[in-house]
């Protein structure tokens, strides 16, 4: 099912947050699981064969209903990758300063703080 | 609920919003009137949560009714939220106006600062889900980015450490919320609430529970999800360590999983015994690693994991009494662990160094800071009659009360761990003798700033003022006791 590939991606992402050593490779694992959960807003708005959520003169209420996909996990969609995009220029960021510091990307270097 | 519309309430969420740009657009010609403008911003915003106490209602945006429309809502519960929030903030604005002298970009500390307020007012008053998560992530950038604010090698290394948590469980929740819709249709939490009342909750609903439970206790830093919040909190500067370990981790961790568990999904047994473990643990391994710190923030940070599990313990216990102590020591919390992070902010600004090894004597040379860290200390180590007391007092009754005497023993027990470890901070760091290395620098020490000693006066005040609440009766002390019937009203419109 589509449904178990979104999860997929999910999962991917995770294990690779988890197991990356580079701080640029954890900020793409991230992306790749956001996308993966915006993939699975998406998919639950969708309806095969369905028409684009657009109400114009020709379309009764009715039949928009019955037929148009669900327009609202769309602009949810639309509202969480304007969201991603805000922490990843936040992450960049911070992967670029923390490059300047420490001269390496390898999170297992930097380890100033413990305990 | 009624369905009477709450005026005021966008302006908790537009006003920091507004007051956020403002600073930026002025602050390069005048920083001194964004500084103002932020302590004006706050002062009118806590005079407004005061002003919705007794109110209840919700706002529609646009007038939109609430299954096409943004609703907000508020209630007792919230307005307590609220009232916590925006006092909290209010005191730590006065007292960033001297403290971050200090470092350069103020202007944008005072535009993040007023972020993070907007995101957990937000987070407090969202009526639906998906706002709910969006609020959730403007307070969240606006902290990560706060945490790395000093750009010291340790700053960013937190930071970088907190923002990959942080988005792992944000991405968590959004699973969630992507669940949720799809499964009931709705997203707005008194439609949720309704739609499920009377049913199990299937196989996608329970999965949805269960990632918000993991999502929101990151957010709340209950123990096995706590690594990031020793790094974060000690890392940033003083009045934003004292935002978010006094409120942020209230506001977008534990109140949101209160509501959603008792308000929202209606909560069962198992997941109470979970929220009861996961707190019991969190107040135990807290409270034993703040114990061996050295580095008075970070003591303070693992305090902080310790008396949030006191509180997810009150909210596992699902008794009234235990919903009751929870609420008082969130807000008992709120106050005073932000007070001793101001007074961590104090000795740092005056002797340059946290390590408590290389404090001492300060009670001469920082008398307010002294008086009040001693309020502050007393207060968290429940002695009586300060605040911490009541509340840890009420956890440990609703404790014996359902029949918990292991937890209640543990709750004991961790308190007089906590008096121990506070006293090791006042001895340290206030009562012993001024070690020789500070005596060269003895013209550095005269005294803090006014606005730092005005703020922490403040809190301080709010200590002894919020133990006089418990005068309503232990079973329903002022203003919380209102709170705790919201909750433990089952969920909306059941």
Redesign the interface.
Known sequence: MIYSLCLLL?LV??YG?VVSRQ?LK?VIS?LI??NG?NL??LL?GYRAGGMPPIMDSGTTVTRFAAAAVDP??QA?VL??IV?GL??LA??AA??V??YE??GTFD?TE?R??R? | MSGQSVNLLPLFVVLPLVAALLTQLIARQHERVAEWLSVAAMLALALLSIAAIGRSGSYQMGGWPPPVGIDLRLDDLATLMLLAVNGVGFAVSLYAVDYMRRYTARSHFYGLFLLLVTGMNGVIVAGDLFNLYVFLEVAAIASYALVAFGTGHEELEASFKYIVLGSLSSALILVGVALVYGMTGTLNMAHIAARMSGSDLGAPLLLAFSLFIVGFSFKAALVPFHAWLPDAHPSAPAPVSAMLSGVLIKAIGVYVLARLLFNVFGASSTELGLLRWLGALSMVVGALLAAGQHDIKRLFAYSSISQVGFMALGFGLGTPLGLVGALYHLVNHAVFKSLLFLNAGAVEYATGTRELRQLGGLNRALPVTGATSLIGSMSIAGVPPFNGFWSKLIIVLACAEAGYYGFATAAVLVSILTLAYQLKVQRAAFFSALPQALRGTAGVLRGEPRMMALAMILLAAACIALSFAVLGGLRRPWLIGAAQEILSSGVFGG
Do not use: K, N
């Open positions: 999910i992402g995770m947050v701080t954890i991230l699981m956001e959960v699975l807003l639950i609202l996990p949810l509202t969480s969201i805000g922490v936040l992450m911070l992967c300063r923390l510091r420490y999170v930097m100033r703080l305990g």
